[in-house]
Nanobody
Framework: QVQVVESGGGLVQPGGSLRLSCAASRSLFSLVAVGWYRQAPGNERELVATITNGNTTKYEDSVKGRFTISGDNAKNTVYLQMNGLKPEDTAVYYC??????WGQGTQVTVSS
């Protein structure tokens, strides 16, 4: 089973930036796609962005133009660059690939 480990969360002011990392235990080439999800308290987990092994990307409407998903095949790592952060982006962020278990996630808090 593919293992993933998320990191890079933290506390940031509105308008700030963070870069999240998702380290996978297998080559990104072997994964069909990797997705970043988030879950805020009291909300369902939602898909934020995906990247395929052909580098096709998709974004949830509320993050388009602010978030960028990318992959580093040499490091088996997928990143989520988040710019222009808003308080409503506050959530635990998870990454997942087909066949992987959910990781522990990384907390992102946007607050002044």
């Amino acid at each position: 089973q593919v293992q993933v480990v998320e990191s890079g969360g933290g506390l940031v002011q509105p308008g700030g930036s963070l870069r999240l990392s998702c380290a996978a235990s297998r080559s990104l080439f072997s994964l069909v796609a990797v997705g970043w999800y988030r879950q805020a308290p009291g909300n369902e987990r939602e898909l934020v962005a995906t990247i395929t092994n052909g580098n096709t990307t998709k974004y949830e409407d509320s993050v388009k133009g602010r978030f960028t998903i990318s992959g580093d095949n040499a490091k088996n790592t997928v990143y989520l660059q988040m710019n222009g952060l808003k308080p409503e982006d506050t959530a635990v962020y998870y990454c997942k690939a087909p066949g992987s278990a959910w990781g522990q996630g990384t907390q992102v808090t946007v607050s002044s």
